[in-house]
């Protein structure tokens, strides 16, 4: 059992920068690849960005690439989304979650994972 607990939303305004946070528990957080996702209320969650076991590879959305970055640290359990150049349709709950897997991949469906944080919400004003 993972419990993932997301940090560091806020409001900006366009085109600033958040730095948002999810730690993880337990003491296996290197057995899993994390991805994060975000939601508009009314619309579907979406995918974000996703980063291996390891950290050596990552995928971001199209929308996102060249201003998002995924990063993990394993020693403190925790994976990173660095926001810069924000748009105000970024404004969504950012959602951090997990996967147990045996390979150094990334995984960008989000019916694969299995644990799930309660979201923080980001907002940028234009």
């Known amino acids: 059992q993972v419990q993932l607990v997301e940090s560091g939303g806020g409001l900006v305004q366009a085109g600033g920068s958040l730095r948002l946070s999810c730690a993880a528990s337990g003491r296996t957080f290197s057995s899993y690849a994390m991805g994060w996702f975000r939601q508009v209320s009314g619309k579907e969650r979406e995918f974000v960005a996703a980063i291996s076991r390891s950290g050596r590879s990552t995928y971001y959305t199209d929308s996102v690439k060249g201003r998002f970055t995924i990063s993990r640290d394993n020693a403190k359990n925790t994976v990173y989304l660095q926001l810069n150049g924000l748009k105000p349709e970024d404004t969504a709950v950012y959602y951090c979650?997990?996967?147990?897997?045996?390979?150094?991949?990334?995984?960008?469906?989000?019916?694969?994972?299995?644990?799930w944080g309660q979201g923080t919400q980001v907002t940028a004003s234009s």
């Open positions: 979650a997990a996967r147990l897997t045996y390979s150094d991949n990334y995984y960008y469906t989000q019916t694969t994972y299995d644990y």
